[in-house]
């Protein structure tokens, strides 16, 4: 019964590189969100994804942050040019509905970036 | 601005106390969850409230939705060291709006 998995746990990228985070959701899910976590701070929504649509993306930066969920495949989030200020954990949830209808959010264990 | 407003931000309590966490906001929600989160892990769901008063319980854990579905609270009683971790509101305003997370508690309980 596995759940959802991301990967890597840890990622540690010099600033000017790009990060990509990979998330699968749980079997028969088909909503995945992405969130970011900095220390002492809540989850903060970033992006909302069906498969092969970006549903809301209204918490993610303009620039350098890009997010899919292929027909096939994990969902990516994808960093360009990485910063220090995108050094963070990175969730990724999953659900069967979207949480409009009050679905609750399965976890990931989430990715850590760190920037040098 | 925060749209979910958690209190205590901190609180380290003595095995066996009782304690309440509040979850506030001018916003009314659709419905509320409340998820635990330990280190090096993600939130963890405990419960999703729906209606306004609405009372769940869950073993020593006691959820609460205000009448006017703004705000909730957590109660545990009678606390153990495995309670120890962040405790996480969320809620959904309505349609397909993002669930939105307060910054959370983070609970000690000392044996």
């Known amino acids: 019964n596995a759940g959802v998995m991301q990967n890597p746990r840890h990622l540690v990228r010099r600033r000017g590189q790009e990060a990509r985070l990979r998330c699968s959701p749980m079997?028969?899910?088909?909503?995945v969100y992405w969130y970011r976590q900095l220390p002492e701070e809540g989850l903060k929504f970033m992006v909302y994804?069906?498969?092969?649509?970006?549903?809301?993306e209204s918490g993610m930066p303009k620039e350098r942050f890009s997010a899919e969920f292929p027909k096939e495949g994990p969902s990516i989030l994808r960093i360009q040019q990485v910063v220090r200020g995108d050094s963070a954990a990175y969730f990724c949830?999953?659900?069967?509905?979207?949480?409009?209808?009050?679905?609750?959010?399965?976890f990931g264990n989430g990715t850590r970036l760190t920037v040098t | 601005t925060q749209l979910l407003e958690q209190s205590p931000q901190f609180l380290s309590i003595q095995e066996g106390e009782n304690l309440t966490v509040y979850c506030n906001s001018s916003?009314?929600?659709?419905?509320l969850q409340w998820y635990r989160q330990e280190p090096g892990e993600g939130p963890v769901l405990l419960v999703t409230?729906?209606?306004?008063?609405e009372v769940k319980k869950l073993k020593r854990l006691t959820f609460q939705f205000g009448d006017a579905r703004k705000d909730s609270s957590l109660h545990i009683t009678a606390a153990q060291p495995g309670d120890t971790g962040l405790y996480l509101c969320?809620?959904?305003?309505?349609?397909?709006?993002?669930?939105?997370f307060g910054k959370g508690t983070r609970l000690s309980v000392i044996a």
């Open positions: 949830a999953s659900s069967p509905l979207s949480t409009g209808g009050n679905s609750p959010l399965h």
């Open positions: 079997k028969g899910h088909s909503h």
């Open positions: 994804l069906q498969k092969e649509n970006i549903i809301d």
């Open positions: 916003s009314v929600f659709s419905s």
């Open positions: 409230v729906v209606t306004g008063g």
């Open positions: 969320a809620g959904v305003e309505s349609g397909n709006t993002p669930l939105v």
